[in-house]
């Protein structure tokens, strides 16, 4: 028996990993029936309120504790150039201390 599992296990692993996959094919194309969680009609019904909601340009009200980012102001602050003074060395550099090896 241990034997028959030396030279044929492979094959099975093999034929295991076929017929998962095989599963999780048939399963993701829909065959075995439909998992969705929502009816065809309330999603299309959910599609159509966010759409007229984007053509009418109405937004849900903004939440309590949710800052509001003005991003014309952000995007000028990024394109200025950046002050150096803040990333300078405090002791200048002392060409005596450089690295030694051992």
Do not use: C
């Not at 094959?11 to 999780?24: D, N, Q, T």
């Not at 909601?53 to 602050?77: L, S, Y």
């Amino acid at each position: 028996m241990k034997e028959f599992f030396l030279w044929h296990g492979e094959k099975f692993a093999v034929g295991l990993v076929g017929l998962i996959a095989f599963w999780l094919i048939i399963q993701g194309l829909g065959y075995l029936g439909s998992s969705a969680p929502w009816p065809p009609e309330e999603l299309q019904r959910i599609a159509d309120i966010a759409e007229n909601d984007i053509k009418n340009n109405e937004h849900a009200p903004i939440a309590e504790g949710v800052i509001r980012v003005d991003f014309a102001d952000t995007a000028t602050q990024i394109t200025e150039p950046i002050p150096a003074t803040p990333y300078r060395a405090i002791v200048p550099w002392n060409p005596e201390m450089k690295w030694r090896s051992p």
